[in-house]
């Protein structure tokens, strides 16, 4: 029994050093797809004059939630127009956007390493870099690398990039709020890539600390390749500590891990 126990111990401890194994092998093979074709034999000219109508009012539609949604009315959204800073807190509360246009900075580059700690067998670290031309949007590039020791004290390993075009809808002395679209990677044994898209937060309290929440969602193979981060920061000047969690979904298995790091403003 004693034996049985000890097996099944070492079985589910093998399970669960083994999630950057399992994720690149999903990755590599599409899930198949089970759906049956159907034939199409109806004739469509009884409903091209419905269907035009529509067409016409979904690409309206989808044209007003995208000036006025996504990109802001600058006619009547004077935020729009909120400088960026040389840094967070350089100018009083002010945290990247400020209406002060003495304080502005025409060029600023935001770079941050944090260390991910999962558990004594999976860690990682993830470089994040944001390069803002102006206020009105900035291209960030991430770069993970996880780790993990499997049982036998072999390691495997597994990179996974992103590069987005990022654009702040609202800009706040003490708060933004952005979305971003671009292309995710997973490098080492898999080389794929896919379509990215997510939504970003940031929030200055007082104290110089403040709060980010970032997402994106994105797929490969037909897997989610998903990232979920949340931070605490620490200002002084133009550098910053942070504290915080970030919950992964790479295909099947999840990764969570405690992040440490800092980072500075160029």
């Not at 004077?78 to 025409?106: C, E, F, I, K, M």
């Not at 987005?164 to 971003?180: A, P, S």
């Amino acid at each position: 029994m004693r034996k049985l126990t000890f097996a099944l111990l070492l079985f589910s401890i093998a399970l669960s050093a083994q999630k950057i194994e399992k994720t690149k092998g999903e990755l590599k093979t599409p899930k198949s797809n089970s759906r049956s074709s159907s034939s199409e034999s109806k004739s469509s000219s009884d409903g091209d004059e419905d269907c035009g109508a529509f067409v016409e009012f979904f690409i309206d539609a989808i044209g007003a939630v995208f000036k006025y949604g996504l990109i802001g009315d600058y006619n009547s959204e004077d935020h729009l127009y909120n400088q960026l800073t040389a840094y967070p807190y350089a100018n009083g509360p002010a945290g990247n956007y400020s209406t002060d246009s003495v304080a502005r900075r025409p060029f600023r580059v935001d770079f941050e390493d944090q260390v991910l700690y999962g558990s004594s067998r999976l860690f990682g670290n993830h470089m994040k870099a944001k390069i803002r031309p102006f206020q009105y949007f900035y291209i960030q590039a991430d770069y993970r690398e996880l780790f993990e020791r499997r049982i036998d004290n072999t390691s495997d390993r597994l990179a996974l990039m992103h590069l987005n075009v990022c654009y702040d809808r609202v800009r706040l002395e003490r708060f933004n709020l952005g979305w971003n679209l671009g292309v995710s990677y997973v490098g080492t044994e898999v080389r794929k890539a896919g379509f990215c898209y997510g939504l970003t937060a940031d929030y200055f309290g007082g104290k110089r600390i403040s709060l980010a929440a970032s997402a994106k969602w994105s797929k490969i193979n037909t897997y989610p390749v998903n990232t979920y981060e949340f931070y605490g920061r620490l200002h002084h000047r133009q550098f910053f500590a942070s504290l915080g969690f970030q919950h992964l979904k790479i295909a099947t298995p999840t990764y969570n891990f405690v992040a440490v790091g800092g980072g500075l403003y160029l």
